[in-house]
């Protein structure tokens, strides 16, 4: 074998493949960004019924173009309880079937026009202020790197078919037997565990049957291999998670595995009939996507009517682990990174939630108020509640920050921003909530109490600081902007009512109705109520982003 001519082939091969995968990748970043609300809408979705779960998940994957992205993240909406075992495996069938999209954009013959696209997709990308305009120039740009590196491994591989060495090994994998089916569906499955891309491998596979390395019938079988081996992404994904998402990417595997050994031994029987569905007239390209395509809906379609055994077999083959598994405060997951659009609205919801959370805590400080007597169960809930949102903003923090390590959409981004400064805002309101919680302990340690008056001063504001607060929260999660005049003026009202009490309090002071001990715990009560409404202002400021 000629040494400079292996080296010009590892070169085409390896670079197309580079930038094959690369491609993969900004078409799959491209369509998440434009597509992210439908993408948030079709996880919504997903319900019991096993056909919406398999649509969504074919169409979630052909959408973003990538199997091994949908099923991490399916892996992760698990692990996170967003998503049962039985909904999972629906999903997972579905994706097998969108993954097959690939194949036929491999098969389209458009390959020579790859490098203009890609030039053509780069002008608009660098040069466009438009974000939706730049997001569609990345899906092109990554097409365009698709259709170029199956032209350089095309290139690159062509020598190949004259190595008489290489024609010698290949012999070996012919599946005109039994056991050498089962080497191809090895090899199939090998390569793609490596590389972690179903979609590459079998580009790879329909380069070298069209220069005609591989032949046809050992293409078909790679293929068949290719199905077991994409299963090692959703298996890596799931290492460190729940006993839930280890059995998804159980299932997965098992899914594939077992629609693979019903045609191991029809695999003779499946190659006449795909003559019939695509007779050999076609370009070879064309004739492995149909059959690529035949395989998946056929496997989907014979399974999905036993989804509900197949989960509980994969129930039963993974038991529940006997040590008690480690509890999350939010159901955020590294696993749903890989699509920024699903990420950011999952880190929305553990904001709202934190609003949530410290509603109950302005309630139960109202009784703490209102009760002179002291209840240790009552303050040992606020003073949980607000360590349990200290937490909650940490996680959300490093999350976040994990989300614009990588290149994304400026509304993301501008999102993401959002999203860190109102956990910010509102870890700050519960830190005063649980200020003022510690004041009306130390009056009571003391068997000291506020006047009447102060007191039922006291319950108003609060009272106002509660509205003023679900109002800011409530537009929050509506994403209402409109709503910034009522909240500017509800704040002016709870302001001029923390400054009338301080008036009236300095008046009962002077008339010596009020301790010189209470009244500092008074004024500082109020301090805490004033620091509470401006951080609770903040947050409609950056709601409607003036801030």
Excluded at 154 to 169: I, Y
């Amino acid at each position: 074998m000629n040494f400079s001519i292996l080296i010009q082939m590892l070169i085409g091969a390896i670079g197309g493949l580079g930038i094959f995968l690369l491609g993969m990748k900004y078409m799959s970043e491209g369509m998440q960004a434009i597509a992210g609300s439908r993408l948030r809408r079709l996880i919504r979705a997903v319900t019991d019924n096993r056909l919406v779960a398999a649509g969504v998940g074919a169409s979630i994957t052909a959408m973003i173009q990538s199997s091994s992205v949908t099923t991490v993240m399916v892996v992760g909406f698990v692990n996170a309880g967003l998503m049962n075992l039985r909904q999972a495996v629906g999903v997972i069938m579905g994706t097998n079937i969108g993954t097959t999209i690939t194949a036929w954009l491999i098969a389209v013959h458009i390959a020579d026009y790859g490098l203009p696209i890609l030039g053509l997709a780069a002008f608009f990308f660098l040069f466009s202020k438009n974000e939706r305009v730049r997001n569609t120039a990345m899906v092109f740009l990554g097409l365009g790197m698709v259709f170029f590196g199956l032209e350089l491994m095309k290139t690159g591989l062509k020598p190949l078919r004259t190595m008489p060495e290489v024609h010698a090994a290949l012999s070996s994998f012919q599946p005109d037997t039994i056991w050498g089916l089962l080497k191809c569906v090895f090899i199939g499955g090998l390569v793609t565990a490596v590389i972690q891309s179903s979609s590459a491998t079998v580009a790879i596979t329909i380069t070298l049957a069209t220069t005609g390395t591989l032949s046809y019938e050992t293409a078909i079988a790679l293929v068949l291999g290719e199905n077991i081996g994409t299963t090692v992404t959703a298996a890596l994904a799931s290492l460190g998670a729940s006993t839930n998402a280890k059995r998804t990417a159980l299932a997965h595997f098992m899914f594939n595995i077992t629609g693979v050994l019903i045609m191991i031994p029809l695999f003779y029987q499946y190659l006449w009939l795909l003559g019939k569905i695509s007779p050999d007239t076609l370009p070879i390209a064309t004739r492995i996507a149909t059959a690529h395509s035949f395989f998946n809906i056929f496997v989907v379609v014979l399974l999905l009517p036993m989804i509900n055994p197949f989960a509980k077999l994969v129930g039963r083959l993974m038991p529940d682990s006997k040590k008690k598994e480690q509890t999350h405060l939010t159901y955020l997951d590294v696993r749903l990174l890989d699509s920024a659009a699903i990420a950011i609205q999952q880190s929305r919801s553990e904001v709202q939630r934190m609003g949530v959370e410290i509603n109950k805590m302005l309630k139960d400080l109202r009784e703490a108020i209102e009760d002179p007597a002291m209840d240790k169960k009552r303050e040992d809930r606020i003073f949980h509640k607000e360590n349990n949102i200290d937490e909650i903003q940490r996680e959300v923090v490093e999350f976040i920050s994990k989300i614009m390590s990588g290149s994304l959409a400026h509304q993301i981004t501008d999102e993401a921003r959002k999203q860190l400064r109102i956990a910010d805002e509102y870890e700050s309101v519960s830190d005063y909530i649980a200020g003022i919680l510690k004041l009306i302990c130390k009056l009571k340690q003391n068997e000291s109490k506020l006047s009447d008056e102060g007191q039922k001063e006291l319950i108003e504001l609060h009272n106002l600081s509660t509205t003023f607060f679900e109002s800011v929260a409530k537009a929050y999660e509506n994403k209402d902007i409109d709503i910034f005049v009522k909240v500017q003026s509800e704040c002016s009202s709870l302001i001029h009512s923390i400054k009338r009490n301080r008036t009236q309090h300095l008046e009962r002071l002077e008339n010596h109705v009020v301790t010189p001990m209470v009244s500092l715990i008074y004024m500082d009560l109020l301090n805490a109520y004033r620091r509470l409404a401006d951080h609770t202002y903040n947050v409609a400021e950056v709601l409607v982003g003036e801030k």
